[in-house]
């Protein structure tokens, strides 16, 4: 029986049901199960279908996964909160951001996410966090977070930050945050993209 049999067989919705099921995937349900399975590779695949499911129920449970232990399941559930704008899991990334015993690795993404999800209740915090942490890499990228949400209320602590860097590159990503930052509150404008940020996602990539 080929596929079109199986999805007009009478008109049986049952059986149209079970076919979409084997060939497009499980339900909700069955990919937040699989969030708790002991195999890590079965935990990253449900992260993978929970953030492809376009669900908003969904969100919930790809801020649980940031905190598996699997660096890898970790990775793609901030990833995917930022593919979905989740500005509901804003105050958890930056807790988690601030977290001692969080990998770099994991910070560089977290900062990078918030700056796509361009909630303004973390331009502060990131700014906070620029200021203090010694890594050239996660600084830059938040530096570069703080410019795509485009919060006017750090503009003038940037401004501070980009006078007193010596780091060159840092004071760049700085520049360009401030001009982002000026550009939006007079008019709404396309997000133009730093070099920086782009080499750190293709870094990143690597593990995907």
């Known amino acids: ?36 399975d002991d195999d890590p590779n079965r935990r990253l695949e449900a992260v993978k279908s929970l953030g492809d499911s376009n669900d908003p129920k969904a969100i919930d449970y790809l801020i649980q ?8 399941v970790q990775s793609k559930a901030v990833d995917y909160l ?10 958890f990334l930056i807790q988690k951001l601030f977290t001692v015993g969080t990998k770099d690795r994991l910070r560089q993404r977290i900062v ?27 600084r830059g990228a938040g530096i570069y977070a703080i410019g795509e949400i485009g919060d006017q209320s750090v503009h003038e602590d ?28 007079l008019a709404p404008a396309a997000r133009k993209a730093s070099t920086f940020p782009t080499a750190l996602e293709a870094a990143l990539s690597t593990e995907r």
């Open 158 to 185: 940037l401004q501070q930050l980009s006078a007193y860097e010596n780091d060159p590159r840092l004071k760049r990503l700085a520049s360009e945050a401030l001009t982002k930052i000026t550009t939006r509150q």
């Open 65 to 72: 996964a940031v905190n598996d232990p699997d660096p890898r």
């Open 112 to 138: 990078m996410t918030l700056g796509k999800i361009g909630d303004p209740r973390a331009s502060q915090p990131l700014l906070q966090y620029v200021l203090q942490d010694v890594n050239p890499d996660i």
């Open 82 to 91: 930022g593919k979905l704008h989740a500005a509901d899991s804003t105050p």
């Open 1 to 36: 029986m080929g596929a079109n049999d199986l999805v007009s067989s009478g008109g049986d919705k049952g059986v149209q049901s079970r076919y979409n099921k084997a060939t497009k995937g499980r339900s909700l349900t069955e990919f937040i199960k699989y969030l708790g």
